[in-house]
C-alpha cells in the first residue's frame, strides 16, 4: 500500500511541475530521463552509514594516493532514544508539524513552493520540504534552489520514507541537520554554542539551537544573535501551539537569557598541499551550489560589503569539508612538491634567523609550479620547512614589483597596438617613478624596456592606455587584492594596495604560456561527495578564457626569453641548463623587501617570492637573486630528462620592416623588421578604411547640405549669361568665361534633373549668341591677321638692322686683331734688337788681351752674328756688324 502511494504522489509531483512548467515528457524526454537516472544512483546510498555522516574528507595527489584524510574531531552521532524530546518536538514544531502524520512530501506545502519556482523562472523563493525532504536536501543535493533539485529531493524523500520509519528519519535528521559554523548534528551543536550534552540544555536553550538551520548565516548565534532569539522565541510559540509545552515553561522560555559558551576543538594541522587542495575544494562546493564570485567593484565599500559576505560563506564551507565524506583528487605530483620544497629551503638555507615568539623564520619563501599541459597547480610550497601551516603561496599579498609588468602593462599594450621594436621615450618624469641608479636612455624600444625592467616606461604606457583598461586584464584573471585606489599608473611598477599572491601571479604567467588564455590556479581535478554527488567533474586539462590575444602572449613571451639571455637583461644569469628555452622576468620591490622570479618553458610555470612576513629590508634581495637561483635550482631539476621546446609562433605573428627611429611600421626595406600582429594590423587598415569613408560620408553630407547654395548661384550666373550679348572682339573672352563657368557650376548639381534644365538653357542662350559671337570672331581673326603681318613687317627691319650691327662687329673686330697684330711684330723686332745689342755688348765686354781664338769669345761672337742676322734694321744691323769686326781687330 505504501509502494502504491509513492508511485501516485510521484506522478502528481510530475503532473503538477509538468503543467506548471508548460512541459511535456516527450519535450523534455533527456532532463526528465537524466533526473531519474540522477535519483536512482542516489538511492543506492539511502543506507545508515550514509546519514551516520561516518565519512573522512580524504585529499588524494595525482596518482591517487592518499595525502591526507580530514574529519571533524567533535562531531557526534547520536541515537534518537537519547536526544531530549523537548528537541526532538522543537524541530517537528517549527520545520514540519504534521511530520508524523503524511508523507514523504506535503503536497500542499510542495505545491506552493513549485509555483513560486515557476513564476521566478526557475529559482525557489520559500521552502515547502518536509523534514524528510530537508534530510535529503542535507545529506544528498546541493542548496541550489531549482526546479531540477525539487524533483529529486521529491523522489529521494519518498524512497527513505519507503525504507526507515519516521523515528529513524528524525533520528538522521537531527545528527544531521546543519548549525552553521562547522556544526553538524544537535549533539555537537549542544558542545559547540553551549560547552554541554544535549540531556542538559534548558527548552530555552533548545529552542535557541533549533532556530539556526534554517538558515545559519541570518540565525547565526555570534553575529545575529538577536534574530537567533527571534525565532527562538517563535519555535517556543509554535512548541506551545502545538501543546508539547504549556505557557508556564513558554514564558519561562522566553524570558531565560541566552549564554553561549563556544567550543575550540583543536583541528589537525594542514600541511601546504592540505591546505591549498581545502581552499580551492571549498570554492569549488560554493560554485556547485551557486555562490556568485566578483572580483570587479564599483567601490572599496561595495568590496568590503562582498567580503563579509565571502568571508562568513567561505568559513561556512571550509567547515562543512573538514566536517568529512569529500573526496578531493587533486593534481599534486609528489616527487616535483618534495623538490620544489627543497629548493625553497636550500636557497634560503643562509638565512638563519627566527621569531623569538612564533620560532618561524624571518625570511620567508613561497612558491607555486603549474603544469602547461593541464594548467593544474603541480607543486606548492606556502614557506620555508613543512611545520608552518600558514600558506603564503596563495595567503600572503605582497608588492609584485617589476614582475607585474608583463601581465598588467607590456601585453596589454601589444593588445592595443603597440609591438616589441615600439619607441617610448625613457627620461625623468617629475613625481613619477624613477629608474635603477636615476639612470634615464632616451628613446627606447619596449623590448629594451622590459628586459632592463625600467620604471618609467610602464608607467608612461599605463597613463596612455588608462589603469581602467590595464587593471581589468587582473581582474579578468582573479586577482583578489585590487582596490579602487589601486587604479593608478603606479601599480605598472608594482605598487598595490594589498598586493598579489605567488598563486595569482603564476596562473597569469601560464596565461602568457598557453597564448593568452586563462585557467583558474586550482589543484582540484575532481571532487565527490559520499552521496554520489560529483562537485568537480574529472578534466584532463582545465577550461581557459582569453586574456590576452595569442598574438600579444607570443610577443610578451619572446621578450621574456631575452630577459634570461641577454647580456644585459635583469635574469641573464638565470637560463636554463642543457639549451632548456624558458622565459621570465625578475620582480624586487622597494627598500628590498620583496623579491620574485616568474617564469615558464612549454612545460611548467613556476613562480618564486622571498621576503620576511613583516616586510623589511633584506640585504641583497633582488629578483634575481635568491628567487631567481630557486626558481632555477627547481626547473633545471624537473627538466633534466625534458627536451627542450621551443614556443611556438603563430601564423598571425608577422614581421614587418619598421623604421629604426622612431619604430613605426614603413612600407619600404628600412633593414629592420619587428614582430606584429596581423589581426591588429587588419584592424588598423580597417579601421583606417573606415575613417576614410567616414570622412567621404561627411563630405558628401555636407556636399549635399551645400546644394542649394550651388543652385542659387548657377541661377545667378544664367540670368547674367543670358543678358550678355557680343559686342566687340573685347566682349568674347568675358562671355565665354562665364559660360565655362556655368558649365563647370553644372556638372556639381547632384539633382540630375535640374542640371539638364540648367544646361539647357545654357545651351539655348549659346545657340542664340553664335551668330553674333562668329561675327565677331572672325573680326578678332583679322585683326590677328592684320597683327601678325605687322609683326612679320617688324620682325624683317629688326632682322636687317641686327645684320649691319653684325657687320660691323665683325669689322671691328677685325680691326682689333690687325692693331694687336702689328703691336706684337713691333715688339718682337724691338726684341730681336735688344738680344742683338745685347750679344755685341757681351763680345765688347771681353778684355783687350784676350786671344781672339779663345773658345768664350768665338762663342760670343757667333751668338752676336746670328742675333744680328735677324734684325731687320739694316742700318742698325751695320752698325751692329762693325761694332763686333772693330772687336776682332783689336785683340790678338
Not at 598595490?496 to 583558474?520: D, I, N, R, W
Not at 622570479?597 to 640585504?619: N, Q
Request: aromatic fraction near 10%; include cysteine; glycine fraction near 6%.
Amino acid at each position: 500500500m505504501k509502494h502504491k502511494r509513492v508511485i501516485i504522489v510521484s506522478a502528481v509531483i510530475f503532473g503538477l511541475m509538468a503543467a506548471g512548467a508548460g512541459i511535456t515528457y516527450g519535450t523534455h524526454k533527456g532532463e526528465i530521463d537524466s533526473i531519474i537516472a540522477d535519483v536512482n544512483q542516489k538511492k543506492q546510498l539511502v543506507i545508515d552509514s550514509t546519514f551516520e555522516r561516518k565519512g573522512y574528507t580524504t585529499i588524494y595527489d595525482k596518482d591517487n594516493k592518499v595525502i591526507s584524510k580530514l574529519i571533524s574531531q567533535n562531531y557526534t552521532y547520536t541515537s534518537l532514544e537519547n536526544i531530549p524530546s523537548n528537541i526532538q518536538n522543537a524541530f517537528v514544531a517549527i520545520e514540519d508539524k504534521d511530520f508524523r502524520k503524511h508523507g514523504a512530501i506535503s503536497i500542499k506545502g510542495t505545491t506552493r513552493a513549485l509555483v513560486q519556482i515557476f513564476r521566478n523562472k526557475g529559482e525557489a523563493v520559500q521552502g515547502g520540504s518536509t523534514i524528510t525532504q530537508q534530510l535529503v536536501k542535507n545529506v544528498f543535493l546541493s542548496n541550489k534552489k531549482t526546479l531540477d533539485r525539487k524533483i529529486e529531493e521529491a523522489l529521494l524523500a519518498m524512497d527513505v520514507e519507503h525504507k526507515y520509519s519516521k523515528d529513524k528519519i528524525l533520528e538522521f535528521y537531527l545528527n544531521n541537520v546543519y548549525f552553521g559554523r562547522g556544526n553538524y548534528g544537535v549533539e555537537t551543536a549542544a558542545k559547540g554554542y553551549f560547552q554541554k550534552d544535549i540531556k542538559d540544555l534548558t527548552l530555552s536553550e533548545t529552542a535557541f539551537l533549533a532556530a539556526i538551520p534554517n538558515n545559519p548565516s541570518l540565525y547565526d548565534p555570534i553575529t545575529n544573535k538577536t534574530n537567533t532569539l527571534k525565532r527562538r522565541n517563535l519555535i517556543l510559540k509554535a512548541m506551545l501551539d502545538e501543546k508539547y509545552i504549556n505557557k508556564v515553561k513558554y514564558d519561562s522560555a522566553v524570558k531565560e537569557e541566552i549564554v553561549l559558551k563556544l567550543s575550540q576543538p583543536e583541528l589537525p594541522k594542514d600541511n601546504y598541499v592540505t591546505s591549498f587542495a581545502i581552499d580551492n575544494a571549498v570554492k569549488d562546493l560554493m560554485k556547485y551550489d551557486g555562490f556568485k564570485f566578483k572580483y570587479e567593484f564599483k567601490s572599496d565599500v561595495d568590496k568590503t560589503k562582498y567580503q563579509k559576505k565571502y568571508s562568513y560563506t567561505y568559513s561556512d564551507y571550509d567547515k562543512r569539508v573538514r566536517a568529512g565524506g569529500y573526496s578531493i583528487y587533486t593534481s599534486i605530483e609528489m616527487s616535483k612538491q618534495k623538490q620544489l620544497q627543497n629548493s625553497v629551503d636550500s636557497g634560503l638555507s643562509g638565512f638563519t634567523g627566527k621569531d623569538s615568539k612564533t620560532n618561524k623564520y624571518n625570511v620567508q619563501g613561497a612558491a607555486v609550479s603549474i603544469d602547461n599541459a593541464t594548467g593544474y597547480v603541480a607543486a606548492i610550497v606556502g614557506g620555508r620547512g613543512t611545520d608552518d601551516e600558514f600558506n603564503r603561496a596563495f595567503l600572503s599579498y605582497r608588492q609584485p614589483g617589476s614582475a607585474i609588468k608583463p601581465i598588467l602593462v607590456y601585453t596589454p599594450a601589444f593588445d592595443n597596438k603597440y609591438h616589441p621594436l615600439s619607441r617610448v621615450v625613457d627620461q625623468y618624469i617629475p613625481g613619477g617613478p624613477q629608474n635603477d641608479e636615476r639612470t634615464y636612455f632616451g628613446s627606447v624600444t619596449l623590448r629594451y624596456a622590459t628586459e632592463m625592467s625600467l620604471n618609467t616606461i610602464p608607467y608612461i604606457l599605463m597613463t596612455r592606455l588608462g589603469p581602467n583598461k590595464l587593471m581589468s586584464y587582473l581582474l579578468n584573471m582573479h586577482f583578489t587584492g585590487i582596490y579602487k585606489e589601486d587604479y593608478n599608473s603606479i601599480a605598472a611598477i608594482g605598487g598595490f594596495t594589498k598586493g598579489t599572491s605567488p598563486v595569482e601571479m603564476a596562473g597569469a604567467y601560464s596565461t602568457l604560456e598557453h597564448g593568452g588564455g586563462y585557467a583558474e590556479t586550482t589543484c582540484v581535478r575532481k571532487m565527490t561527495y559520499q552521496d554520489g554527488s560529483i562537485i568537480v567533474k574529472d578534466q584532463k586539462t582545465l577550461g581557459r578564457k582569453k586574456i590576452y590575444t595569442r598574438e600579444s602572449a607570443y610577443m610578451m613571451t619572446d621578450i621574456l626569453k631575452g630577459v634570461l639571455t641577454e647580456d644585459y637583461a635583469t635574469g641573464h644569469k638565470l637560463a636554463l641548463a642543457n639549451g632548456q628555452i624558458a622565459a621570465g622576468k625578475t620582480g624586487t620591490t622597494s627598500s628590498n623587501k620583496d623579491g620574485w622570479f616568474c617564469g615558464y618553458t612549454k612545460y611548467y610555470t613556476t613562480v618564486v617570492w622571498v621576503g620576511a612576513d613583516m616586510p623589511e629590508e633584506i640585504s641583497n634581495l633582488y629578483g634575481a637573486v635568491y628567487p631567481g637561483h630557486i626558481w632555477k635550482d627547481y626547473m633545471d631539476k624537473i627538466h633534466q630528462n625534458l627536451k627542450p621546446i621551443e614556443f611556438k609562433k603563430p601564423d598571425t605573428v608577422v614581421y614587418k620592416y619598421i623604421n629604426p627611429q622612431t619604430g613605426e611600421k614603413v612600407d619600404y626595406n628600412s633593414g629592420l623588421q619587428d614582430m606584429f600582429s596581423k589581426p591588429i594590423l587588419d584592424e588598423i587598415e580597417e579601421e583606417k578604411r573606415k575613417a576614410e569613408a567616414a570622412s567621404r560620408a561627411q563630405k558628401e553630407a555636407a556636399y549635399r547640405e551645400s546644394e542649394p547654395q550651388r543652385e542659387k548661384e548657377v541661377e545667378k550666373l544664367l540670368e547674367k549669361y543670358e543678358s550678355q550679348s557680343y559686342t566687340s572682339v573685347d566682349s568674347i573672352q568675358a562671355i565665354d568665361s562665364l559660360r565655362d563657368s556655368i558649365n563647370y557650376l553644372i556638372g556639381q548639381i547632384i539633382d540630375i534633373d535640374k542640371a539638364n534644365l540648367y544646361k539647357d538653357r545654357l545651351d539655348k542662350r549659346t545657340a542664340q549668341l553664335r551668330p553674333s559671337r562668329d561675327k565677331w570672331e572672325n573680326v578678332k581673326k583679322d585683326q590677328e591677321k592684320q597683327q601678325q603681318l605687322e609683326i612679320e613687317r617688324n620682325n624683317s627691319e629688326a632682322e636687317k638692322l641686327n645684320n649691319q650691327k653684325e657687320l660691323l662687329r665683325e669689322q671691328q673686330e677685325l680691326q682689333k686683331q690687325k692693331e694687336q697684330q702689328q703691336k706684337q711684330e713691333q715688339a718682337d723686332i724691338l726684341e730681336k734688337e735688344k738680344e742683338a745689342a745685347g750679344s755685341v755688348q757681351k763680345v765688347q765686354s771681353f778684355s783687350a788681351d784676350t786671344n781672339k781664338n779663345d773658345s768664350d769669345f768665338q762663342n760670343a761672337v757667333n751668338d752676336a752674328v746670328s742675333k744680328i742676322s735677324k734684325v731687320d734694321n739694316q742700318k742698325l744691323a751695320s752698325v751692329l756688324k762693325q761694332a763686333v769686326q772693330d772687336k776682332i781687330l783689336l785683340l790678338k
